[in-house]
């Protein structure tokens, strides 16, 4: 019985070089860039990525870490946390493999580790909260063309998300909670819910995402007992010039700053794991555009993704359980 933790990915190392082959993998992939092929991959390999590389590799140098990839050395401590977790629950020996959809261990690698230990029933579980077509599909789309390749293919089920499973909502406001516990109990202004974005045109033709997002933001604002003037759904990590999904972040941050509000707090629900649009776009970039709008310096925190928590843990492991119903004991 194999189950297959599957996150985004991260380059091998924070150097261009690095960097050059995880973007192309990337921005190649047709549902993230929902873009004709012949118009976007000229434009992706005469320009994009002859500039990016080296960009990426410096912001990734900022968050790396002597482990290597905060997203990789976290998922890593994850799928330990939940093997452990799974093995003290059932009889049934059940092998937990890493893949992720761009860069390494990949989605193949991870197969292949369970195909090895024999497990003949799989399920996938992409570690994204909010269903979307471009990463929980885009994932799926990496599982059926590995799976396409062997002769003998295994018995397999999915989980498409889990934006408002309680045990996640709960986990996240607990994690806040204890924010603000170590903080002296301190609230702030503005609790802002900072999503990964996706372009509007994505959601008019039918992506979830969007309605998900806030959805989980409305679900753990209310768990905290938070007034609608307390809190907001913003979105973040725009990439071109088209309208993605609105408010901005950046923008936000700026405009509270302005305003004079003395305090906000940015969480990120749609990371399982921090990352690279976590650690440095939101812990970093986003502070600084709080002071530099005249917000104060102590005015601007960033609480952590879920990470390896233990109530994050248990969740998984509760939804790998449920989804594994009449496989195991």
Same mark, same amino acid.
């Given at each position: 019985?194999?189950?297959?933790?599957?996150?985004?990915?991260?380059?091998d190392?924070?150097?261009?070089?690095?960097? /050059?082959?995880?973007?192309?993998?990337?921005?190649?992939?047709?549902?993230?860039?929902?873009?004709?092929?012949?118009?976007?991959?000229?434009?992706?390999?005469?320009?994009v990525l002859?500039?990016r590389?080296a960009?990426?590799?410096?912001?990734?140098?900022?968050v790396?870490?002597?482990?290597g990839?905060?997203?990789?050395?976290?998922?890593?401590?994850?799928?330990?946390?939940?093997? $452990?977790a799974?093995?003290e /629950?059932?009889?049934?020996?059940?092998?937990?493999?890493?893949?992720?959809?761009?860069?390494?261990?990949?989605?193949?690698?991870?197969l $292949?580790?369970?195909?090895?230990?024999?497990?003949?029933?799989?399920?996938?579980?992409p570690?994204?909260?909010?269903?979307?077509?471009?990463?929980?599909?885009?994932?799926?789309?990496?599982?059926?063309?590995?799976?396409?390749?062997?002769?003998?293919?295994?018995?397999?089920?999915?989980?498409?998300?889990y934006?408002?499973e309680?045990?996640?909502?709960?986990?996240?406001?607990?994690s806040?909670?204890?924010?603000?516990?170590?903080?002296g109990?301190?609230?702030?202004?503005?609790?802002?819910?900072s999503?990964?974005?996706?372009?509007?045109?994505?959601a008019? $033709?039918?992506?979830?995402?969007?309605?998900?997002?806030?959805?989980?933001?409305?679900?753990?604002?209310?768990?905290?007992?938070?007034a609608?003037?307390?809190?907001?759904?913003?979105?973040?990590?725009?990439?071109?010039?088209e309208?993605?999904?609105?408010?901005?972040?950046?923008?936000t941050?700026?405009?509270?700053?302005?305003?004079? $509000?003395p305090?906000?707090d940015?969480?990120?629900?749609?990371f399982?794991?921090?990352?690279?649009?976590?650690?440095?776009?939101l812990?970093?970039?986003?502070?600084h555009?709080?002071e530099e709008?005249?917000?104060?310096?102590?005015?601007?925190?960033?609480?952590?993704c879920?990470?390896?928590?233990?109530?994050?843990?248990?969740?998984?492991a509760?939804?790998?359980?449920?989804?594994?119903?009449?496989?195991?004991?």
């Amino acid at each position: 019985m194999g189950v297959l933790l599957a996150n985004l990915g991260t380059p091998d190392a924070p150097t261009a070089r690095a960097l /050059r082959p995880y973007l192309r993998q990337f921005l190649s992939d047709p549902r993230v860039i929902e873009l004709p092929a012949w118009k976007w991959l000229p434009i992706l390999h005469l320009f994009v990525l002859t500039r990016r590389p080296a960009t990426s590799a410096e912001l990734y140098r900022k968050v790396w870490t002597p482990e290597g990839s905060p997203l990789l050395v976290i998922s890593e401590r994850q799928r330990r946390a939940v093997a $452990a977790a799974l093995a003290e /629950r059932v009889a049934t020996p059940l092998h937990v493999a890493l893949g992720m959809r761009y860069g390494r261990p990949s989605i193949a690698d991870a197969l $292949a580790e369970l195909r090895d230990r024999g497990c003949r029933r799989l399920l996938s579980f992409p570690l994204y909260p909010q269903y979307s077509a471009t990463t929980t599909a885009s994932t799926f789309d990496a599982l059926v063309d590995e799976l396409r390749t062997w002769r003998w293919i295994p018995e397999l089920r999915t989980i498409h998300g889990y934006h408002a499973e309680p045990g996640y909502v709960d986990a996240l406001a607990a994690s806040i909670e204890d924010f603000w516990a170590a903080h002296g109990g301190a609230r702030p202004a503005k609790l802002l819910f900072s999503f990964h974005g996706i372009p509007v045109r994505y959601a008019r $033709a039918g992506d979830p995402y969007d309605r998900f997002c806030r959805e989980t933001s409305r679900s753990v604002a209310a768990r905290l007992g938070l007034a609608d003037e307390e809190w907001a759904t913003v979105f973040q990590s725009r990439f071109g010039r088209e309208e993605w999904l609105q408010p901005y972040t950046d923008e936000t941050v700026r405009a509270l700053a302005r305003g004079g $509000a003395p305090s906000v707090d940015v969480i990120s629900p749609a990371f399982a794991a921090d990352c690279l649009e976590t650690l440095e776009e939101l812990d970093g970039l986003n502070r600084h555009f709080w002071e530099e709008a005249g917000g104060p310096p102590d005015g601007y925190r960033f609480i952590p993704c879920l990470n390896d928590r233990s109530d994050h843990v248990r969740l998984l492991a509760d939804l790998v359980l449920r989804n594994l119903q009449g496989w195991v004991e």
